[in-house]
């Protein structure tokens, strides 16, 4: 009975981080259809928030093991690469309102997000495996982390058409792995664990290449090079500052 109430928990407690990253879309809820120039601050602070966020993944993965985590990027990299060409080759589907160019970046962005979220849900469950109180404080962690990440994907859907809540619904399901792993990583922790590290630097990877492929130019559309630098670097110290709000 014991380990059903763990398992229960250690479901819930996942099942929280994901929606909170919904959470993110909020701040936009009064946007209402912007310009070029919009569109571009969006894709600016979107890199800066990815960037911030993938530094905090490699930074953790190098805690756990070092090599394994650069593993994890370079394949992060093969696998968006390969990724972005076989969305190139076929027709992007509709992402909610969105169509083509639009869809297609709607598209990776959700993508990358979600793979993300398969290293967070593992993080929980790992964590957890280790006693409720490191659970907790890990689920807590992710949790705060991932508002900032669902704003990120809200900035590149909601400039575009898409209304916040489904902004935050697409937020919602690129985490909705993090509880579908966490329990078998919390079941077979001896199994799981040493995938992290690769887990973590394969989401940065991609997230990186998101940035300096899609965002950058985006941004260098509607601003000037300063401005997007200016943008990014602000957004970077906004979420660095937001993540250090929770000790380590």
Same mark, same amino acid.
């Given at each position: 009975?014991?380990? *059903?109430?763990?398992?229960?928990?250690?479901?819930?407690?996942?099942?929280?981080?994901?929606?909170?990253? !919904? +959470?993110?879309?909020?701040?936009?809820?009064f946007a209402h259809r912007v310009g070029d120039r919009w569109l571009a601050?969006?894709?600016? /602070?979107?890199?800066?928030?990815?960037?911030?966020?993938?530094?905090?993944?490699?930074?953790? $993965?190098?805690?756990?093991?070092?090599?394994?985590?650069?593993?994890?990027?370079?394949? !992060? /990299?093969?696998?968006?690469?390969?990724?972005?060409?076989?969305?190139?080759?076929?027709?992007?589907?509709?992402?909610?309102?969105?169509? !083509?160019?639009?869809?297609?970046?709607?598209?990776?962005?959700? $993508?990358?997000?979600?793979?993300?979220?398969?290293?967070?849900?593992?993080?929980?469950?790992?964590?957890?495996?280790?006693? *409720? *109180?490191?659970?907790?404080?890990?689920?807590?962690?992710?949790? +705060?982390?991932?508002? %900032?990440? !669902?704003?990120?994907?809200?900035?590149? /859907?909601? %400039?575009?058409?898409?209304?916040?809540?489904?902004?935050?619904?697409?937020s919602v399901f690129s985490s909705l792995p993090q509880p579908l792993m966490?329990?078998?990583?919390?079941?077979?922790?001896?199994?799981?664990?040493?995938?992290? %590290?690769?887990?973590?630097?394969?989401?940065?990877?991609?997230?990186?290449?998101?940035?300096?492929?899609?965002?950058? %130019?985006?941004?260098?559309?509607?601003?000037?090079?300063?401005?997007?630098?200016?943008? +990014?670097?602000?957004?970077?110290?906004?979420?660095?500052?937001?993540?250090?709000?929770?000790?380590?």
């Amino acid at each position: 009975m014991a380990m *059903e109430v763990s398992l229960l928990t250690v479901f819930i407690a996942a099942l929280i981080t994901a929606i909170t990253t !919904g +959470i993110g879309a909020f701040p936009l809820a009064f946007a209402h259809r912007v310009g070029d120039r919009w569109l571009a601050i969006g894709a600016a /602070l979107a890199a800066g928030l990815m960037l911030a966020a993938s530094h905090s993944l490699v930074s953790e $993965g190098n805690t756990l093991d070092a090599w394994r985590t650069l593993i994890g990027i370079g394949s !992060g /990299l093969v696998l968006v690469v390969l990724a972005d060409r076989w969305v190139d080759q076929h027709d992007t589907p509709d992402i909610g309102d969105l169509q !083509g160019a639009n869809a297609r970046k709607a598209l990776m962005i959700v $993508g990358i997000m979600t793979i993300h979220s398969f290293a967070e849900g593992i993080g929980v469950g790992v964590a957890y495996g280790g006693g *409720e *109180e490191l659970g907790v404080f890990i689920t807590t962690a992710i949790a +705060i982390h991932n508002i %900032p990440e !669902g704003l990120a994907i809200a900035l590149v /859907l909601v %400039p575009r058409g898409v209304s916040v809540w489904k902004a935050a619904g697409w937020s919602v399901f690129s985490s909705l792995p993090q509880p579908l792993m966490a329990i078998p990583a919390y079941l077979f922790v001896s199994v799981f664990e040493p995938f992290l %590290p690769i887990g973590l630097g394969l989401a940065a990877g991609a997230m990186i290449w998101m940035v300096f492929a899609e965002m950058i %130019p985006d941004a260098n559309k509607g601003l000037t090079a300063s401005g997007v630098g200016i943008v +990014i670097v602000l957004a970077f110290m906004g979420m660095f500052a937001f993540q250090t709000l929770i000790p380590h």
